[in-house]
């Protein structure tokens, strides 16, 4: 247990809360548990978090915000959009089967608290397809995509591909052929952006 | 009720079996439960169904064919691949969306007789992803449609489209731009094909 006479930031206080629904499931992330399991009175966490409600909405930005940080460096970089993109969705992907293969059940509790946070998840796929924009708009200014509607194409762009990211398909992740239904759709995708 | 001087078909009682789940929800739909909404003994339905396990699949079946009964007639039709498909796919967004809007309580309990019987979901997806593959195979030969390999292209345009079609979206499609957001993924998906 991290000894109570650190500083206690924000972040240690979410550190914590992922630890205590990672050993106990959604239901124990209340303010009092966070703060047992802390060691510090539950006013000292209520002074960053003050209701149940907010500590739970924060940590579920802060799993999300895990996802879109590793892809943020992707959509800025200054090459290729076609390739961008190809990696750009394959990294989402990978972070997302990642975060449901490695600790299932860590993953079925964040299920529960994106179903309780849906603010949180409309940033989060805000932020995703804000990427995604990024890159279609330079693609149309290269004239690689034929794209008139960035935006409207970015959300397009990431419904087709639904089926590699959206949790709802977890199950579907280690299916042995999932790789090649990955590229399926890509090479799609990618074809309708170009034409 | 139907008179139990009627003859027994298998019809009758899946029919019986659907009115039983529409009234009573998953958890009824039992060979006991259905003989006594027909007036007839339990031994007359066990002669076509010999456990409630099949009883509960041919009626899951019964209900995933009423969609793809109706898409059929469109993959066969001798005319343009692409306004084939086009209207294919918007066909069965409607099936999907009638089913789930008419009646939301009888949508939810067949998602649970689905999810008992993935091989009947199996055999579904099998016979949509066949008749997609008509139509692409069409497109192909006319040149309408690059596609070289025509099975795995209808597969990845299944993959694409879920989000107008799967069952665990259907919290969605009642969203005030669902329309638009179907016609950007077909559009995308249309150019992808045609590239």
Request: glycine share 6%; hydrophobic share 40%.
């Amino acid at each position: 247990m991290t000894p109570s006479t650190e500083t206690l930031t924000a972040e240690r206080i979410l550190e914590a809360t992922e630890e205590v629904l990672r050993r106990h499931g959604p239901a124990k992330a209340t303010v009092v548990d966070v703060a047992r399991a802390l060691g510090v009175s539950h006013g000292s966490v209520y002074r960053h978090f003050r209701t149940k409600a907010a500590l739970r909405e924060a940590v579920t930005k802060r799993w999300l915000d895990r996802t879109s940080a590793s892809l943020t460096g992707i959509a800025a970089e200054p090459r290729d959009p076609e390739a961008r993109l190809r990696d750009w969705l394959a990294a989402l992907f990978t972070a997302k089967r990642r975060k449901a293969g490695d600790d299932p059940e860590l993953f079925a509790t964040y299920l529960v608290l994106t179903g309780e946070n849906v603010e949180a998840v409309g940033a989060h796929i805000t932020d995703l397809t804000g990427q995604l924009t990024r890159i279609i708009r330079d693609g149309a200014d290269t004239g690689a995509f034929t794209a008139t509607d960035p935006a409207t194409t970015a959300r397009a762009v990431f419904h087709a591909t639904a089926r590699f990211h959206d949790p709802g398909y977890a199950q579907d992740w280690d299916q042995p052929d999932i790789e090649a239904q990955f590229e399926a759709v890509v090479d799609l995708v990618v074809r309708g952006l170009r034409a």
